[in-house]
């Protein structure tokens, strides 16, 4: 771990597991009640100058880019290792990493005179808030991690991260990497178990928690929070749904729908969890999902010329496969996949599922593996209507010959973003949040930043 700037040994240590083979590929340090105290003081203690100079801030966070963008080598395999995705798509996360602390050292901390005349000169201010937790899961822990971390450090805040138990390796790593380069305590990385987490959430220090995970977690986290008036962000679950136009060509937009749902397995939080097919498109739609199910490569993330990996972890594996075959047990058709591989890892076949409906498990809830439901339906209002029945709000889709028309659809659904003819394309300038059970607040772009800062009126009498 590290801990105002130095490395900081446990005595404790936990597993971490390659999911494509199942072995033990680290002992990862079980953070203690008294480190984590350590972390925090360390933290608190280095936002006193940290807030001081935006500048010196904003060429640390080049340094901290830079670091990334010349550790995509290093930091790539550990990260398939531990997460179990493509080589390939390891070193994109990376890279974007780099690219998201690039974009928000460059971004504008506003500074706005709202009054300016013969009784006084008011400004508003941003300040930092101070100590923040920030906690990832598992499935792009490093995308996570920066999308705290870069609008944190450039507001003026210092940071305790802590990513999850399932994939801490590259997090920590990442600290050592940057222990040169920002100064002892502006980020200190931790790891350990769920118990860590609310122990963060609870703890006196952070002035605000930046959270992604599960929805249950996240509202535990707002529930541990609230004592203490601490602000936070909660980018939490979804169960994004893509509805197919009447007018599409079902094989034009198969393959960008199966990558849309089937990217990182199936395991992210805004990738397409369920289809809404017109009838008469409905069986084409089906066949031409589960063709490219079919054809795609599954095996381990370090192998070349894989394209999806394991499922990252045991419960989550069991999750999918007790989804899917709930639906099965319901009268869904698995036309592609439906079970697990044997052998060793966390592998499930790329699975779609057909004759199934709202009110199963898999199209209700969020399944967050490579499993993904085709529903059929009536009319573009019936489809509108049961792609918003539900908690979740994260993201949607419409798809459509008529972009226009596709807007006009997706602009009726309730959710963070709607994309048309398209999903999941996440930019750094482009706010990013839930809606209802999905989230509270949003990263990314300006929004982002100022959600890391707190407005302070500066008055100046003149009178
Ligand atoms: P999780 O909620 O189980 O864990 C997330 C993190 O919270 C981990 O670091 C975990 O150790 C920690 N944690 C667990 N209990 C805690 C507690 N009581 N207090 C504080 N921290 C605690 O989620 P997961 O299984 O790691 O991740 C999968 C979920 O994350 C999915 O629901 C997915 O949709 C969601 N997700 C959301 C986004 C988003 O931006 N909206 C992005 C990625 C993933």
Redesign the pocket.
Known sequence: MTIGGEAAPTEATFDVINPATGAVVAAAPDCGREQLDGAMESAAKAFRDWRLDEGARRDALRAVADVLSSSVDELAPILTAEQGKPLRDARREVAGAAAWCRYFADLDLPREVIQDDARALVEVLRRPLGVVAA??????PVT?ASWKLAPALLAGNTVVL????FTPLSSLRLGELLRGVLPPGVLNVVSG??DL??W??GHPVPRKIS???????GK??AA?AAPDLKRVTL????NDPAIVLDDVDPEAVADRLFWAAFANNGQV??AIKRVYVPEALYGKVVDALADRARAVRVGDGAAEGTELGPVNNRPQFERVAELVDDAVRGGARAVSGGSARPGDGYFFEPTILADVSDGTRIVDE?Q?GPALPVIAYRDVDDAVERANATHFG?SGSVWSGDPDRGAEVAARLECGTAWTNTHLVLQPHQP?G?AKW??VGVENGPWGLLAFTELQVLYRSRG
Do not use: H, Q, Y
Request: charge should be negative; charged fraction near 10%; aromatic fraction near 12%.
């Open positions: 906690i990832t899961p598992w499935n792009f996570l802590k990513p999850s138990p178990g769920d987490g609310a963060m959430t959270f992604t995970g599960s929805v249950a977690t535990r986290v541990a980018e939490l679950g979804g939080c805004s969020e967050f994260l990013f839930g999905s989230g």
